[in-house]
Every structure is written in structure tokens, then in C-alpha cells.
């Protein structure tokens, strides 16, 4: 197992190449599941997660190649419809072949996922979506047992929460549903608006992209798709907050600015410099962190993806910084670590109060997940001193090439063997 090691210190200066979003690489491919065919996607990020889902497919039946960051999957000989436990336990997103493989083969099994790091992240309101659609589905020995006796039947759905993965699954159901199916309160992620146009060049029709009432109509057959993954947002953040932390200047490409509009006004009040161009962004620093408050909210607000990172910015920040975590519960686990490096935070229920000091210290740290990692690397990168993280497939699950990018930016950053 990989650890990475960081001496901090080191400003960044240069320019990052933004891969594609894993959150919506995942839909994607799942959605290759409706229709027989050879199905292009470009723009593909190459992580343990989008690894994890092609191995999902292939378990099914389905052929897929990669050539560069363009892959090509194939469904013609679909044999299976369960998503196995081993797999869901290592990637919750695996529930994503639910609505596809519903729509395609009548039939799905899928693992519940069961507790994850950051709480108990339920499926019910996917199989209260389902049921409406006319699903028949039981649950039996931690298993959905989902089966459709002719065709899925629209309806009106409406989420309690908007749920991003949640929207995706009706999505992808609705779209070969017998009539209309409208999803009210829907997600509004940018990166359901990415299967939105997936689906729709395959031949579905849906109205109201990006916003929180989806209408789809349901139609009998869907062609293949050839469509570009949409820049990762997140790995976007995450190095605009890390020049907050570490100070310099970087050019972020191949990205979209149009998809942060909350972290922008938190990081402009931090006192960062940002300039947005149509798909790059310039980010310098001078030095200054403005202690700020934040709540993590449903897109458009701040996404809870970036709540780690910008945690370990206001550890170093001039004053008192309240982040309010209403996503998700337990989702603070960064905190025990970001402490063993200096950080002053209290936890208080669904928030964490920071107050900002002048320096952190390297120390030998632990990641617990996917987003808790980027915090550390964004600590280690700022602290005095070598930083140690370990179990870094986290990081590995949603960060593409992550200590190379940044090491081609001045940081001090490598891997090493445990
Ligand atoms: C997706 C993202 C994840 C991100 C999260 C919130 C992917 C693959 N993952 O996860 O990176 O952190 O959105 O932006 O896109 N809920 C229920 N019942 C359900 C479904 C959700 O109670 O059936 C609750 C969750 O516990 C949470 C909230 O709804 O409190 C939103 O979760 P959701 O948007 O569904 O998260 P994911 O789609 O799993």
C-alpha cells in the first residue's frame, strides 16, 4: 500500500490540466447499460472508482476499451443485473446500475451499501422512486430485489432531500418509462446536467436540465451515446483552495468556472485573487487568509465535497471560522487528523469551529475518505516540517494522477511503499 509523503512549505506556481468529474463519469458509464451499441466517452478520468464501476459492467456481460481518456463500452451481450456486495461496499455509487439496468433488462439486484465513513447514506428515497415507476422490489438478505413485469409506468416523484445519485437512477429509469415521469425537487448538480445531455443525444426526451423539476418523457428504444465527461469540479476546488494554503499562483485548464460559484465568493473573501476565463481559471495569492464561515449546501451552494479542504485553509486562517456541515452527518473525520498537525477545531454537533493559527506541523496522519485526504494533502502541502499520509487509496478513489500534478507545480510531494 502507497503512503505520500510531503515536506510543506513550498508555494505553487504553474499551470494544472483539470481531468474529468468522477461523479459524473460514473453516471455516464453506468448509462451505457440502456442501449446495445458501442458507446464513446471522452474525457474520462482514470480512478480506482471509475475501475471499481467498469468492473461492475464487465461483471454483467458488458466490453469496454480505454484509449487515453476516451473509453468505448459495449452492452451488447448484457448477461447479469446484480451489483454484488464486494463491490457496493467499496463504492457506493455502484447503486447507479439500478435505473439502467431496470430500463434495459426488466430485472436488478444490488447490495445495500450499508454504513460508510461519513454516515448512514440511506437508498430509500432511490427505492421509493423506483416503486412509484411501478417496481416491484423486496429486500432480502441485504440485497434489492428489483423486477419490472412489462414496462415502468411514469409518475410524479418527489424527493424529500434532493439527491444526486437519486435524480440519476430516476433518470435513467424514466427515460424508457411508458408516458411522463416528473422528478420534483430534483439534484441540481452539474453533473446530472452532463446525463441529462448523455441521454438526450441518445434519443430521450427531457425537459428542465439544471433545474429542480425534471419532466421525461419516456420513449421506446435509445441509440448509443458519444459524449465528454464534464471537468471535475472538485479536484478544481481543491487546487484553488490549496494555493489559499500554500500561497502562489496557478492556472487551472480544461476547466469550467461557471460550475464553483459558491467557493468563488468564499475564496474571494478569503482574500485570494480569481479570474475566470471560459475554461480556465487564474487563481494567486498574497498571502492573506481571512477567516470565513461556511455551510455546505445543495448545488448551487457550497458543495459538502469541498468542505474538507477548505477546513484545513481556515486552520491557518486570521480568526474564528464556523463550517456548518448539513449534508451529511459524520463528516468530520478529517478533524482528529487535521488536529495532529495543530489545527484548533472544536466540534459541536453539525459544526466545526476553527480558530485559525499561524502555522501547522507535519506529522504522520491518516486518511478516512475520499475528501478528508485532499484536506491533509492541502495541511501537509502548508505545514512546517514532513507530512506522512496513509491509506491513500481514498485519495486514489476520486483524485486522478494527484501528487504528480502538484508536484509539477513546485510542491515537494511524492508517493512512497508502506
Ligand atoms: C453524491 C456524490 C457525493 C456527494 C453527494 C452530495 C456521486 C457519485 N456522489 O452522493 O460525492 O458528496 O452527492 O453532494 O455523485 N439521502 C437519503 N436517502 C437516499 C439518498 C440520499 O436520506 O435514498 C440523503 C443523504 O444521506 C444525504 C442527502 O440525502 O443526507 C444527499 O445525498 P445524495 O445527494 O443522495 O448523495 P449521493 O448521491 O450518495
Known amino acids: 500500500m502507497d503512503k505520500i509523503v510531503i515536506e510543506g512549505g513550498k508555494s505553487l506556481h504553474g499551470e494544472i490540466r483539470i481531468?474529468?468529474?468522477?461523479?459524473a463519469a460514473l453516471p455516464l458509464i453506468t448509462a451505457t447499460l440502456l442501449s446495445p451499441g458501442w458507446h464513446t466517452l471522452h474525457n474520462v478520468p482514470d480512478l480506482r472508482d471509475t475501475r471499481t464501476m467498469l468492473a461492475l459492467l464487465e461483471s454483467l456481460g458488458v466490453v469496454w476499451e480505454r484509449q487515453g481518456d476516451t473509453l468505448r463500452i459495449n452492452s451488447d451481450k448484457l448477461a447479469g443485473y446484480e451489483a454484488s456486495y464486494n463491490l457496493v461496499k467499496t463504492m457506493r455509487a455502484s447503486v447507479l446500475v439500478l435505473g439502467p439496468l431496470l430500463a434495459r433488462m426488466g430485472r436488478a439486484?444490488?447490495?445495500?451499501?450499508?454504513?460508510?465513513?461519513?454516515?448512514?447514506?440511506?437508498?430509500?428515497?432511490?427505492?421509493?422512486g423506483l416503486e412509484k415507476l411501478g417496481v416491484n422490489l423486496t429486500l432480502e438478505q441485504g440485497y434489492v430485489d428489483a423486477q419490472?413485469?412489462?414496462?415502468?409506468?411514469?409518475?410524479?416523484?418527489?424527493?424529500?432531500?434532493?439527491?444526486?445519485?437519486?435524480?440519476?437512477?430516476?433518470?435513467?429509469?424514466?427515460?424508457?418509462?411508458k408516458g411522463t415521469t416528473v422528478i420534483k425537487n430534483a439534484a441540481r448538480e452539474p453533473e446530472i446536467g452532463n446525463l441529462v445531455d448523455m441521454l438526450v443525444s441518445m434519443g430521450a426526451r427531457i425537459e428542465g436540465k439544471d433545474s429542480d423539476k425534471l419532466i421525461v418523457?419516456?420513449?421506446?428504444?435509445?441509440?448509443?451515446?458519444?459524449?465528454?465527461?464534464?471537468?471535475?469540479?472538485?479536484?478544481?476546488?481543491?487546487?484553488?483552495?490549496?494555493?489559499?494554503a500554500t500561497g502562489g499562483e496557478l492556472t487551472l485548464t480544461n476547466c469550467n468556472p461557471a460550475h464553483l460559484p459558491s467557493l468563488f465568493e468564499k475564496l474571494r473573501a478569503v482574500g485570494l485573487d480569481i479570474e475566470a476565463q471560459d475554461d480556465a481559471i487564474r487563481v494567486a495569492s498574497n498571502g492573506s487568509?481571512?477567516?470565513?464561515?461556511?455551510?455546505?449546501?445543495?448545488?448551487?451552494?457550497?458543495?459538502?465535497?469541498?468542505?474538507a479542504q477548505i477546513m484545513a485553509l481556515m486552520a491557518l486562517g486570521n480568526g474564528l471560522s464556523v463550517i456548518v456541515e448539513t449534508i451529511f452527518e459524520n463528516r468530520f473525520m478529517h478533524v482528529?487528523?487535521?488536529?495532529?498537525?495543530?489545527?484548533?477545531?472544536?466540534?459541536?454537533?453539525?459544526?466545526?469551529?476553527?480558530?485559525?493559527?499561524?502555522?501547522?506541523?507535519?506529522?504522520?496522519?491518516?486518511?478516512?475518505?475520499?475528501?478528508?485526504?485532499?484536506?491533509?494533502?492541502?495541511?501537509?502541502?502548508?505545514?512546517?516540517?514532513?507530512?506522512?499520509?496513509?491509506?491513500?487509496?481514498?485519495?486514489?478513489?476520486?483524485?486522478?494522477?494527484?501528487?504528480?500534478?502538484?508536484?509539477?507545480?513546485?510542491?515537494r510531494i511524492w508517493r512512497e511503499k508502506e
Not at 481531468?19 to 461523479?23: E, L
Not at 441509440?223 to 483552495?241: H, M, Q, Y
Not at 481571512?290 to 465535497?305: F, H, I, L, N
Open 19 to 23: 481531468s474529468g468529474a468522477k461523479n
Open 109 to 128: 439486484r444490488v447490495s445495500l451499501p450499508g454504513g460508510c465513513a461519513i454516515g448512514a447514506r440511506p437508498i430509500d428515497f432511490h427505492i421509493k
Open 148 to 177: 419490472v413485469k412489462e414496462r415502468m409506468e411514469g409518475n410524479t416523484i418527489y424527493f424529500d432531500i434532493p439527491s444526486v445519485t437519486g435524480t440519476e437512477n430516476m433518470l435513467m429509469a424514466a427515460v424508457v418509462a
Open 217 to 244: 418523457h419516456g420513449v421506446e428504444e435509445l441509440k448509443p451515446a458519444e459524449i465528454a465527461i464534464i471537468p471535475d469540479r472538485i479536484e478544481t476546488g481543491t487546487f484553488l483552495v490549496a494555493v489559499g
Open 289 to 307: 487568509i481571512r477567516s470565513v464561515d461556511v455551510k455546505t449546501m445543495p448545488y448551487p451552494g457550497y458543495p459538502t465535497d469541498l468542505q
Open 336 to 411: 482528529a487528523e487535521l488536529r495532529r498537525m495543530g489545527a484548533d477545531i472544536r466540534i459541536d454537533g453539525h459544526s466545526a469551529i476553527i480558530s485559525g493559527k499561524e502555522r501547522l506541523y507535519g506529522a504522520q496522519v491518516m486518511a478516512t475518505d475520499l475528501r478528508a485526504s485532499a484536506s491533509l494533502v492541502i495541511a501537509g502541502l502548508a505545514a512546517e516540517g514532513k507530512t506522512e499520509i496513509s491509506r491513500v487509496y481514498h485519495l486514489d478513489r476520486g483524485y486522478d494522477d494527484l501528487a504528480n500534478k502538484l508536484s509539477n507545480v513546485g510542491a
